[in-house]
């Protein structure tokens, strides 16, 4: 699975160390820190990164230059800045996303989390995951996504969960492999899952999923449904 990566712009070192770190521990590779807009430039002339982190003000200068370069690759921005209000620094800070300092780890990870080809969401008060794939899914990124549910703490293998894969142009699993997928699923007996998906292809990769799931009979009840309202209807009849 190719490692995504991620561009960081921040002139206070600690600051830009704990962003590096907590963007390293989601699982991407870090350009950076870079603590001036001719650093972060030169890094932008030797790859283009998945989505920039980038400070407003470094020292005597602004990010603008940056922004302006991100813009042109085509990156997402998040805007790092203690200032609510940055357009006021520079029209080309306009409705880019902020994370205002200080800001905690949680809400860093949330944004790179949503990045990934397959990212989730738990609401414990309604006892739901919400999956979400995006792009090319490959069998390593569910995987990953299988064991970081898992491990969260906020997770009941009870819970329903409600995968919507319509944004995924693919799903590349081997067949030989979508095996592996459903005995790793984390769900309990009786938990329903449903797969929202788009394609004839995508359909077959997840109703072969289903299958084996429905086989083994270990892992909660899947459904698999071309729109959003039938996979939410199912889910509630239980």
Same mark, same amino acid.
């Given at each position: 699975?190719?490692?995504?990566?991620?561009?960081?712009?921040?002139?206070?070192?600690?600051?830009?160390?704990?962003?590096?770190?907590?963007?390293?521990?989601?699982?991407?590779?870090?350009?950076?820190?870079?603590?001036?807009?001719?650093?972060?430039?030169?890094?932008?002339?030797?790859?283009?990164?998945?989505?920039?982190?980038?400070?407003?003000?470094?020292?005597?200068?602004?990010?603008?230059?940056?922004?302006?370069?991100?813009?042109?690759?085509?990156?997402?921005?998040?805007?790092?800045?203690?200032?609510?209000?940055?357009?006021?620094?520079?029209?080309?800070? =306009?409705?880019? &996303?902020?994370?205002?300092?200080?800001? +905690?780890?949680? !809400?860093?990870? @949330? $944004?790179?989390?949503? %990045?990934?080809?397959?990212?989730?969401?738990?609401?414990?008060?309604?006892?739901?995951?919400?999956?979400?794939?995006?792009?090319?899914?490959?069998?390593?990124?569910?995987?990953?996504?299988?064991?970081?549910?898992?491990?969260?703490? =906020?997770?009941? &293998?009870?819970?329903?969960?409600?995968? +919507?894969?319509? !944004?995924?142009? @693919? $799903?590349?699993?081997? %067949?030989?492999?979508?095996?592996?997928?459903?005995?790793?699923?984390?769900?309990?007996?009786?938990?329903?899952?449903?797969?929202?998906?788009?394609?004839?292809?995508?359909?077959?990769?997840?109703?072969?999923?289903?299958?084996?799931?429905?086989?083994?009979?270990?892992?909660?009840?899947?459904?698999?449904?071309?729109?959003?309202? @039938?996979?939410?209807?199912?889910?509630?009849?239980?």
């Amino acid at each position: 699975m190719e490692q995504p990566v991620a561009l960081v712009v921040e002139d206070e070192p600690l600051i830009g160390m704990d962003i590096a770190l907590t963007i390293e521990d989601a699982g991407w590779r870090v350009l950076g820190p870079a603590p001036s807009v001719a650093a972060a430039l030169a890094l932008l002339a030797r790859e283009k990164p998945d989505i920039a982190f980038v400070d407003v003000h470094l020292n005597r200068e602004t990010s603008g230059p940056v922004v302006i370069r991100l813009g042109e690759l085509g990156t997402p921005v998040v805007l790092t800045t203690a200032y609510p209000n940055p357009t006021v620094m520079g029209p080309e800070f =306009e409705g880019l &996303p902020l994370l205002v300092k200080p800001f +905690d780890h949680a !809400a860093l990870r @949330s $944004i790179v989390d949503r %990045r990934r080809g397959v990212s989730y969401q738990i609401d414990a008060e309604r006892r739901i995951v919400f999956l979400y794939g995006r792009g090319a899914l490959r069998v390593d990124e569910i995987l990953e996504m299988q064991r970081r549910l898992s491990a969260d703490p =906020e997770f009941d &293998p009870a819970f329903r969960l409600l995968a +919507d894969y319509r !944004a995924a142009t @693919s $799903i590349q699993i081997q %067949r030989h492999r979508i095996a592996e997928v459903a005995a790793n699923a984390p769900f309990s007996p009786g938990a329903r899952r449903a797969f929202v998906v788009s394609g004839l292809r995508n359909y077959d990769v997840v109703r072969q999923f289903q299958s084996l799931n429905d086989a083994d009979g270990a892992h909660g009840q899947v459904g698999v449904f071309y729109d959003f309202d @039938s996979a939410n209807r199912w889910l509630e009849e239980a």
